[in-house]
């Protein structure tokens, strides 16, 4: 009989985990409550003083030390933001000395690197993010950075690519993709934007306590008690709340560890090689020995910094309450356990339309297997084109090509004609008949893979190639569901890189706001899998009964679509909430598994369009127990 697998039970934790870190920021407001009662019963006294009003409760001046520290507060914190950056990714990775990873590389750990990398992100409906290495850091670490999931960055230590097997790299990379998905590098820049706008209360009165010491000396005026008194009271809040705010940070930081953890077994099914890669870096030590690695000590996967307090100012927890979670029954009980049994990656039933959604941010292994099959079936030529920049923009173009036939001669010949050599037209055709032969699944691999690449791109390429993009999908009209929503997404992305802006703002939280767009969307996607108005219009049915909309709506004919703008469409629909996204896609998923199954076809337009609005969806596969419930979709503006 086979010994009992030890496993985490990573659905608890992961929830855990997010009620953990609810609590640590409802206490980080409390915080700042505190803040504000000390300020206020500071000013109590010189209030007293000025006005002969000496009582305890005074509801002007509580008031007017409310605006007074939200203003202080929100100036500090918006300066804090602004020395983050939108982004940073890529500014984080070379200020310590990070090197980009070769498209193709020829050192076998680093091609291992690459490898898990883009099965992993397929796997979770992701952009690979673009992969960097730390060549003179001995120790096991990794990091990620960035703070979209389509502008992330994943750093390797050279010490984590020699000592760490495959499984056991697999394990590092899902922790860090974690990090990504859960938006965790965000919710870190905003707490430290929030303590550093509480530590701009003591900056505030270090001033007036100095400007009333100038005065002094200077003999120039008397020293006034009052200013005096005011300004110790907010050196005394703001450091307070500064170290308050830091010990939350810290504690938020640590939770968010163990979510990492959490979801990285769930990605793999094998807790056995994040607990091995946690015993290396143990053994073998994590230290970075870059200048500015305490600046970015809580992005690690393990503690780079030495020093750093194992209490309440530790930003990792302890590597044995990792393991002890990782491996309740020992290590001895995980490393005999059995690897679980792949889900078939055929396309199922309706059942599975819903666990495409429900499985956004939370794959598992048979989303790992499909990824690794789809990465496996493309051509090596193409895969080359999609990691480096010029063929990433050939690539880019020949998604949006119609199939073979006069459409696409005259799409071809406009290309031509644009380009000044005609080296991107030539490119484009030459990659053409390769992608002829893949179905949708592999196109969105493709772009998946093909992403982190435009991000090398000039400027002046950058807008060449939207260009490009433009006149391609005008000459192919509205007719294709999936190269309309690769323009979008493509568009999307070098729109970004051209703004240098990491995320899209919320612009509509209720449906009423962006039904015309939804039905846009879902009449294409109703008219994509069937041929006769009847069976387009039940489709559309079981998408608005999806969505939640609160009567019938009436299918938009075929010509009609045509001249609806559905790039406009998705362009609206994208500065909608995450939750409202959620419930478009999976209305999408409904209209796509109206008539009880899922072509590999449908599945690619729902994750192309999810690509659209910056949601990652993993490839349809056939669901299993609790992969098919995993949690919502982590969307990404």
Request: proline share 7%.
């Amino acid at each position: 009989m086979a010994p009992r697998r030890a496993t985490l039970d990573f659905f608890a934790g992961q929830a855990s985990a997010r009620r953990r870190t609810a609590l640590l920021l409802v206490a980080f407001a409390l915080s700042a409550a505190l803040v504000v009662a000390l300020v206020y019963l500071g000013a109590l006294l010189p209030f007293g003083l000025y006005t002969g009003q000496a009582r305890l409760w005074n509801g002007r001046l509580l008031a007017w030390v409310v605006a007074g520290v939200a203003a202080v507060v929100a100036l500090g914190a918006g300066w804090q933001a602004v020395a983050l950056g939108p982004d940073g990714g890529d500014a984080v990775a070379r200020r310590l000395g990070a090197v980009p990873l070769a498209p193709d590389p020829s050192y076998p750990p680093a091609r291992r690197l690459r490898d898990v990398l883009e099965e992993m992100a397929i796997a979770s409906g992701l952009p690979v993010p673009r992969a960097y290495v730390l060549p003179d850091e001995p120790g096991v670490n990794a990091f990620a950075a960035g703070a979209s999931s389509s502008r992330a960055v994943v750093v390797v230590t050279r010490g984590a690519l020699e000592a760490l097997d495959r499984d056991e790299l697999q394990g590092v990379v899902a922790h860090e993709l974690s990090h990504v998905l859960n938006l965790d590098v965000r919710l870190n820049g905003r707490l430290m934007a929030a303590v550093g706008g509480l530590s701009a209360l003591a900056l505030a009165g270090r001033l007036l306590i100095r400007g009333v010491m100038q005065g002094r000396r200077r003999g120039a005026a008397q020293v006034s008690a009052l200013v005096l008194l005011a300004g110790c009271a907010l050196v005394v809040a703001g450091a307070v709340g500064q170290l308050c705010g830091e010990l939350l940070r810290f504690a938020v930081v640590r939770e968010r560890e163990f979510l990492a953890d959490a979801a990285a077994v769930q990605f793999t099914r094998n807790p056995a090689g994040l607990a091995g890669a946690l015993r290396k870096a143990a053994e073998r030590g994590s230290r970075l020995r870059a200048p500015g690695a305490s600046q970015v000590n809580h992005f690690l996967f393990a503690n780079g910094v030495v020093g750093v307090l194992e209490t309440w100012f530790a930003t990792h927890p302890p590597i044995a309450e990792r393991l002890r979670r990782l491996e309740p029954a020992g290590p001895a009980a995980a490393s005999h356990q059995a690897p679980p049994p792949l889900e078939s990656a055929a396309a199922p039933g309706p059942p599975a339309a819903g666990a495409l959604v429900a499985a956004g941010g939370g794959p598992g292994p048979a989303h790992l297997a499909a990824a690794g099959a789809l990465l496996a079936a493309l051509p090596p030529a193409l895969a080359s084109a999609a990691r480096e920049p010029w063929g990433a923009r050939a690539l880019s173009c020949a998604l949006l090509l119609a199939p073979p036939g006069p459409t696409r001669e005259r799409q071809l010949a406009g290309l031509a004609a644009g380009d000044g050599a005609g080296a991107t037209a030539a490119e484009v055709a030459r990659l053409a008949p390769l992608l002829d032969g893949q179905r949708g699944e592999a196109r969105v691999a493709l772009y998946d893979l093909l992403s982190p690449a435009l991000d090398a791109l000039s400027a002046p390429q950058a807008r060449a190639l939207r260009e490009e993009l433009a006149a391609l999908a005008r000459e192919a009209g509205h007719g294709a569901v999936l190269p309309w929503a690769f323009h979008r997404a493509l568009t999307r992305r070098l729109d970004r890189r051209l703004a240098g802006r990491a995320v899209t703002p919320v612009r509509y939280r209720a449906l009423s706001d962006v039904e015309p767009e939804a039905l846009v969307v879902l009449s294409l996607l109703s008219w994509a899998g069937a041929r006769e108005p009847a069976l387009a219009q039940a489709a559309l049915d079981g998408a608005t009964a999806a969505l939640g909309a609160r009567q019938r709506w009436r299918l938009l004919p075929r010509d009609r679509l045509a001249s609806e703008g559905p790039a406009r469409a998705l362009e609206v629909l994208d500065g909608a909430s995450p939750a409202l996204k959620l419930r478009v896609l999976a209305a999408c998923a409904a209209a796509a598994s109206s008539d009880g199954r899922v072509t590999p076809q449908e599945a690619a337009l729902v994750r192309a369009v999810a690509a659209s609005l910056g949601c990652p969806l993993p490839p349809l596969v056939a669901p299993a127990g609790a992969d098919a419930a995993a949690g919502g979709a982590a969307a990404s503006a």
